[in-house]
């Protein structure tokens, strides 16, 4: 039996039952729901701190961008490429979108600090995300996968947010972020399941490796990112940590067909 068809299809609703199990296990106290209502940033350094989270938001976006567009006539893969065009159309979208309402709130455009951080993304990632499908798969992870859980943290305890963000938020970037997600996960399938057992068993370690190294590079990235976010829209990150490790263990099980406690031990965001 091919325990890749047996395992439950990766959805939103898959990912709710693993962050919940999560957070019962390492974050009891975060609340099930949102609590409290949020307010718009009002104060002069409201403003200054969220326009400098809308910016690393905004630059997460495009550095998508940038990769997939690097990549996608580097591999021969038509139905790979029809994934990122679609991905690329709706990630330049958000970067846009996000860009747009950062301009409203702020009175400046903010492009040249966009690009700014997205130097910052390809110098700290390397060449890593474009050198060969495998560093580009564990980009994929890093950016779409491992992430998912620090944004429901965030979406339950923020306390400061832009009406016109969030509604975009709801109607376009959460139903594209999750058929990314779906899309990332298909495509790994596709590989993995047209591999031989010698050759599933080379692709795990792989991949596992490559992971490694975008946690390595990513970690001062992701402390200051969570910092800026709690200074900026008032998010509870205590247990970030905790939670992000083990949802990254999470995803990787899934994706690597291994359960997560056979996975070897993997860096944590603190290392
Ligand atoms: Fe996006
Ligand atoms: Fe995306």
Request: proline share 6%.
């Amino acid at each position: 039996m091919n325990p890749t068809v047996t395992r439950p299809a990766w959805t939103t609703d898959l990912e709710l039952e693993i962050f919940e199990k999560i957070i019962n296990q390492h974050a009891p106290h975060l609340p099930k729901k949102r609590l409290h209502e949020t307010k718009p940033p009002e104060t002069t350094e409201e403003i200054e701190n969220f326009y400098r989270f809308r910016v690393a938001g905004a630059a997460h976006d495009l550095f998508i961008v940038q990769v997939c567009a690097n990549i996608i006539g580097q591999i021969p893969d038509p139905e790979l490429q029809l994934f990122l065009s679609q991905q690329i159309g709706d990630d330049g979208a958000h970067a846009e979108n996000t860009r747009r309402r950062a301009q409203v709130i702020s009175g400046r455009d903010p492009i040249e600090d966009i690009q700014r951080q997205v130097q910052k993304h390809w110098d700290y990632m390397g060449d890593l995300p474009i050198r060969n499908w495998q560093g580009f798969l564990a980009f994929e992870l890093h950016y779409e996968m491992h992430i998912v859980a620090s944004l429901l943290v965030n979406s339950r305890t923020s306390k400061i947010s832009d009406p016109e963000s969030a509604k975009f938020s709801a109607t376009r970037i959460q139903p594209e972020e999750a058929f990314h997600r779906v899309g990332v996960v298909k495509w790994w399938q596709r590989k993995y399941d047209q591999a031989s057992p010698a050759e599933k068993a080379d692709l795990v370690a792989q991949i596992l490796e490559l992971d490694e190294e975008g946690q390595n590079r990513r970690n001062p990235y992701l402390k200051e990112h969570w910092q800026l976010t709690h200074t900026a829209i008032g998010t509870d990150i205590d247990d970030l940590p905790k939670i992000y490790d083990a949802w990254r263990q999470e995803v990787l099980a899934y994706f690597l067909d291994t359960p997560v406690s056979r996975l070897p031990q993997l860096v944590s965001v603190n290392d």
